[in-house]
């Protein structure tokens, strides 16, 4: 049973558009939510969190959005730049700094 | 500063035969989590070490994984003997004491291709 899910396996937009990416989770002890970046044949890493008793969290181009109520948050990345096409992993924090994990998303921005 | 390394970052080895994976974290970080992403899906959960003791292991497998951390430093995870569904991209990251939130920092990961 997955507990974090990204529906979206890849999303493609136009350079200088707002990119959206969506994630849904089902735990609600999580207390922490992170987006996390990826290139190919590298680790993921870190890009923007949020604790779970905010609703928004920007910083820079990025802003992440949590709905408690829908167990829902999302990444807007604006205004996108071909240098953001990577994976982006949605991952929420339980107990003991335990990260769980949704599927990822493919973003493709096109110049 | 350092960041995370893992090594190999590729390995190619027959079924039944024996890899050892190797994670050096960051200088201080107390945690250290193992994670695999098979197949290119979701990244998941392994186990969970702070300094030398394992706080977590529900995510392994099988008894043919075994992870060590000796002496708080460097760990090492063991698949003996690995199987075709081992496949995949492990990654090892690490991340300060508890206590203090700081996201986790992750290695480039090592490919693992059972054949």
């Known amino acids: 049973d997955q507990q974090v899910k990204q529906n979206s396996p890849s999303l493609s937009v136009q350079e200088g558009r707002i990119s959206i990416l969506n994630c849904d989770y089902t735990?609600?002890?999580?207390?922490?939510f992170l987006w996390y970046k990826k290139y190919p044949a590298e680790g993921p890493t870190f890009l923007i969190s949020?604790?779970?008793?905010?609703d928004k969290n920007e910083d820079g181009r990025f802003t992440v959005f949590l709905n408690k109520s829908a167990k829902h948050l999302s990444l807007h990345i604006v205004p996108s730049q071909p240098g953001d096409s990577a994976v982006y992993f949605c991952a929420a924090r339980g107990p003991g700094n335990m990260l769980t994990f949704g599927g990822g998303t493919r973003l493709m921005v096109k110049p | 500063e350092a960041g995370v390394t893992q090594f190999p970052s590729h390995s190619v080895i027959e079924k039944g035969q024996t890899v050892t994976l190797r994670c050096d974290p960051i200088s201080g970080h107390d945690n250290l989590y193992w994670y695999r992403r098979v197949m290119g899906k979701e990244i998941k959960f392994l186990l969970h070490?702070?300094?030398?003791?394992?706080?977590?292991e529900s995510g392994m497998p099988n008894n043919r994984f075994l992870a060590e951390r000796t002496g708080g430093t460097y760990s090492t995870l063991k698949v003996q003997p690995a199987e075709l569904e081992d496949s995949g991209v492990y990654f090892c990251?690490?991340?300060?004491?508890?206590?203090?939130?700081?996201?986790?920092?992750f290695g480039q990961g090592t490919r693992l291709t059972v054949v």
């Open positions: 949020i604790s779970s008793i905010k």
């Open positions: 070490f702070v300094k030398e003791s394992k706080q977590d």
């Open positions: 990251a690490s991340s300060q004491p508890s206590g203090s939130w700081a996201e986790a920092f």
């Open positions: 735990n609600s002890m999580f207390d922490y």
